[in-house]
C-alpha cells in the first residue's frame, strides 16, 4: 500500500524559502498526480499546488503562484514543494496527497489518507 510521509518543514523568516519533500514507499509514485494541501488551526485544510504523473501538469493557488514551484522525481519516489517568498500566512501544516489534478484538486474533499504533515512556520 502506497503511503507519503512529507519532511522539510521548519521555522523561516518572511522573505526565506524551504523546500518540503513527499517520498511514497510501499508502490511507486510513477502514476499518481499528488497534491499538496496546509491546514492552519480554524480553518479548512486547503489546496496549494497539485503535479501530474507526468510532472507537466502544475497547478498552484492564487496565493502561492510565483512564489512556490512544485515538481518531482519519479526516480527517487518524490514530490516537492519549494517555497520562496514565504509570508507570514504560509503558516502552517503542511500535507501531500494522492490527489488528481483536475478542476477541483484544491479540495480536500475525496482524498484517501493524509499523512502526518510537516510543520512550516514563517515567522521573523
Known amino acids: 500500500q502506497l503511503q507519503l510521509v512529507e519532511s522539510g518543514g521548519g521555522l523561516a523568516q518572511p522573505g526565506g524559502s524551504l523546500r518540503l519533500s513527499c517520498v511514497a514507499s510501499?508502490?511507486?509514485?510513477?502514476?499518481?498526480?499528488v497534491g499538496w494541501f496546509r491546514q492552519v488551526p480554524g480553518k479548512e485544510r486547503e489546496g496549494v499546488s497539485c503535479i501530474g504523473a507526468s510532472g507537466t501538469l502544475k497547478k498552484y493557488a492564487e496565493s502561492v503562484k510565483g512564489r512556490f514551484t512544485v515538481s518531482r522525481d519519479n526516480a527517487k519516489n518524490t514530490v516537492y514543494l519549494q517555497m520562496n517568498s514565504l509570508k507570514a500566512e504560509d503558516t502552517g501544516v503542511y500535507y501531500c496527497?494522492?490527489?488528481?489534478?483536475?478542476?477541483?484538486?484544491?479540495?480536500?474533499?475525496?482524498?484517501?489518507?493524509w499523512g502526518q504533515g510537516t510543520q512550516v512556520t514563517v515567522s521573523s
Open positions: 510501499g508502490a511507486g509514485l510513477d502514476y499518481h498526480a
Open positions: 496527497a494522492l490527489r488528481a489534478c483536475g478542476s477541483i484538486w484544491y479540495t480536500p474533499q475525496g482524498v484517501g489518507a
